[in-house]
């Protein structure tokens, strides 16, 4: 605990306007018969006038990690354990709040958690800046290499809710939309191919790769995506952007790292009819002098040290 006049010295958050004092009652006390106030910090900066929604989410934890380290700053927090947003004083959003839904999915709570919420944040912070995090669901099914430009295509209601909230972020003066893949690292959505292919090399020595595994993917780091979507929003640039690499991996190339990693073995079963999308996002890597960081076998080796201490 720190006296008063040391309020000086040390990071803290107390409120003047928008800004919200953090410490806890029972720790201010009085000290040896004079009137000295004590407390404990909880945060270690200031609150920004950054919004981040979906904040306790796989890539919203990240983020979060992310902006604390790279600016000092506290954005203000939306998701279920944040479930009030702050009435004004908000610049910037980092809108990541959403339902994935694999397959057909409940369409009424796609269309509330992923449109409806955008539209309400539209609404109550028309002047801010947004940056989306969307999705390459919006394009459906297409042959050929898809970039920023390409048109959206017959998608699943997941897809269909990513383009429609896209429609509302694109309303904003200001806003830029950032298209992902598959993301990955620690804590991610443990049923996914990623965490499926180490939970079976872990249990069972075998990497079960369905069909000869020619299904390509790309794949993008939580730590990536938030350097990513942290550049977009300092750029001020504004449109369709693609988060990912050059390179796609095909299921057996992604089975062969982790059975590299891990030292099980590969066994093809069944069929897998699953389509492959391809993607160009040089535009995007031009735009922001911006590429990944993390390759992916460096990314699987972070991810097999943390499952390994779960």
Not at 31 to 59: K, M, Q, R
Not at 100 to 129: H, M, W
Not at 217 to 228: F, P, R
Request: with cysteine; glycine share 10%; hydrophobic share 40%.
């Amino acid at each position: 605990m720190f006296p008063i006049n040391f309020l000086a010295n040390i990071p803290y958050a107390f409120q003047i306007g928008s800004l919200i004092l953090n410490f806890q009652e029972k720790n201010i006390i009085f000290a040896h018969g004079i009137e000295t106030v004590y407390f404990t910090p909880l945060d270690s900066g200031f609150f920004s006038d950054t919004l981040v929604t979906g904040a306790s989410g796989f890539l919203g934890r990240c983020l979060r990690e992310f902006l604390v380290s790279d600016s000092g700053s506290n954005p203000n927090l939306f998701d279920l354990d944040h479930p009030v947003l702050p009435d004004s004083g908000i610049g910037n959003i980092f809108h990541l709040a959403a339902l994935v839904a694999y397959g057909i999915g409940d369409s009424k709570s796609l269309f509330e958690s992923n449109v409806q919420l955008t539209e309400k944040l539209v609404s109550k912070y028309p002047d801010s800046r947004m940056v989306f995090a969307s999705s390459v669901s919006v394009y459906g099914q297409q042959p050929g290499d898809l970039n920023e430009t390409s048109l959206p295509g017959n998608s699943a209601p997941y897809g269909l809710s990513k383009l429609w909230a896209e429609q509302w972020v694109s309303s904003l003066n200001d806003y830029a939309i950032l298209r992902f893949p598959s993301l990955y690292g620690p804590g991610m959505n443990p049923n996914t191919i990623i965490p499926r292919f180490f939970s079976q090399a872990m249990n069972k020595g075998i990497i079960e790769v369905w069909g000869d595994g020619s299904r390509h993917q790309y794949y993008l780091h939580a730590s990536d995506a938030s350097a990513l979507m942290t550049c977009l929003m300092d750029s001020g640039k504004k449109g369709v952007f693609l988060g990912m690499g050059e390179k796609s991996y095909s299921n057996l190339e992604l089975a062969v790292m982790i059975a590299r990693i891990t030292g099980a073995e590969i066994k093809h079963v069944g069929e897998d009819n699953s389509y492959s999308m391809k993607f160009n996002n040089s535009h995007t890597r031009k735009e922001l002098g911006w590429s990944p960081a993390i390759d992916l076998e460096e990314g699987l080796h972070q991810y097999f040290t943390w499952k390994k201490g779960q």
